[in-house]
């Protein structure tokens, strides 16, 4: 059963950058889907990007098209989240989580793992 630890999170202002990595431990991740989602304070959660298993495909949120990255190092075992343009809204947990294939979906029914999430918070 894979084992999945986020990091990278923390405070920043508004117009800022922060990276999120997404480490896998136990097994491969290599032919998985992978996706960030969120969740903020008395919201659902949200999904924020996709990456195929093989890297080609990806998809994002239409709030965050332009500003965020998700990428993946399958030597590594991580996925990564790089955030520019940051704005409070912004703020939330964020989970990484792996598929059940090797598909991109926005739908968090397809992802059966999920890491503990990490804290992102946004200042204006």
């Known amino acids: 059963q894979v084992q999945l630890e986020e990091s990278g999170g923390g405070l920043v202002q508004a117009g800022g950058s922060l990276r999120l990595s997404c480490a896998a431990s136990?097994?491969?991740?290599?032919?998985?889907?992978m996706a960030w989602f969120r969740q903020a304070p008395g919201k659902e959660r949200e999904f924020v990007a996709g990456?195929?298993?093989?890297?080609?495909?990806?998809s994002y949120a239409d709030s965050v098209k332009g500003r965020f990255t998700i990428s993946r190092e399958n030597a590594e075992n991580t996925v990564y989240l790089q955030m520019n343009m940051l704005k409070p809204e912004d703020t939330a947990v964020y989970y990484c989580?792996?598929?059940?294939?090797?598909?991109?979906?926005?739908?968090?029914?397809?992802?059966?793992?999920w890491g503990q999430g990490t804290q992102v918070t946004v200042s204006s």
């Open positions: 136990k097994r491969t991740i290599r032919m998985y889907g």
């Open positions: 989580a792996q598929g059940r294939d090797g598909a991109v979906n926005s739908d968090w029914r397809a992802y059966g793992y």
């Open positions: 990456i195929s298993g093989s890297g080609v495909s990806t």
